[in-house]
């Protein structure tokens, strides 16, 4: 299940509640933001929030 949260900023990662099978994504401001933010939570060491 993929979660978006309103009122959320370019600066938010995506969150991931594994236990629970949720992504929670913040409303990005454009294709090019959320890809970039995806692509560093999946990189070791940086992670996602939450």
């Given at each position: 299940m993929i979660l978006i949260q309103e009122?959320?900023?370019d600066e938010h990662r995506p969150?991931?509640?594994t236990c629970h099978s949720i992504l929670e994504?913040?409303?990005y401001?454009?294709?090019e933001v959320?890809?970039?933010r995806?692509?560093?939570a999946?990189?070791?060491d940086r992670?996602?929030?939450g």
């Open positions: 009122g959320s900023h969150e991931s509640l994504l913040p409303l401001s454009s294709k959320m890809r970039d995806l692509t560093t999946l990189i070791p992670g996602f929030s």
